[in-house]
């Protein structure tokens, strides 16, 4: 004779013990959670994704137009004014050919510009008035603040910021150029100066 377990009948509302876990009867809606939460999380990767290679195609784009600008910059300062017809700006139009040759200077002859990486301004009295000073940089290095005000480069009296830019134009990178100032304090001091290379 075969045996067989009686199971009682579920009652009305309830599932069937075929649908209990070991933690309880499971809610019919659990699988549709899950899904939608999967559907959801792939989204967001995705579009996490999406705008990581939106961002790096700009980076990307920015540098390759950014070298494009430098090379066309580098173009219109080698053909220089007496190229004729179009613009550094203007790609359409072909170049022309200069009308005279131009002779460039052997690397030798070119001199280099000097800086002395400091920003400074017209002062009420005679002298130019430091407002910046780039650090690192020559005029830090020599000793110069921000409110010193420069009345003598080398040789070269200081009336204004464009005379200070003169004479700093004048000066060979490298070498040493004395330098009076007169501190914020009112007192005044001479300074060693070594003017470096504009890049």
């Known amino acids: 004779m075969e045996q067989t377990a009686l199971r009682p009948k579920p009652m009305p509302g309830r599932e069937p013990a075929a649908r209990t876990g070991p933690d309880g009867p499971r809610r019919p809606d659990t699988g549709r959670r899950r899904r939608l939460t999967t559907v959801l ?23 390759i137009g950014m070298s494009e600008l430098a090379e066309l910059q580098q173009r219109a300062q080698a053909a220089g004014p007496e190229e004729g017809g179009t613009g550094a ?18 690397p030798s002859q070119v001199r280099a510009a000097a800086t002395l990486g400091v920003e400074a301004v017209d002062h009420e009295k005679p002298g130019a008035l430091v407002v910046g000073v780039h650090v690192p940089g020559p005029g830090y290095a020599a000793g110069l603040v921000r409110g010193d005000v420069l009345l003598v480069f080398g040789g070269d009296r200081i009336d204004t910021a464009a005379d200070l830019a003169r004479a700093v134009a004048r000066a060979r990178p490298g070498k040493e150029v004395t330098v009076t100032v007169r501190h ?5 001091q001479q300074l060693a100066a070594v003017p470096g290379v504009v890049t």
């Open 41 to 63: 999380l792939g989204t967001c990767a995705a579009v996490v994704l999406l705008l990581a290679g939106v961002g790096i195609g700009t980076v990307g784009a920015t540098v």
């Open 89 to 106: 700006g203007d790609r359409t139009g072909p170049r022309t050919a200069p009308a005279h040759p131009t002779e460039v200077p052997a």
């Open 184 to 188: 914020r304090s009112g007192g005044y």
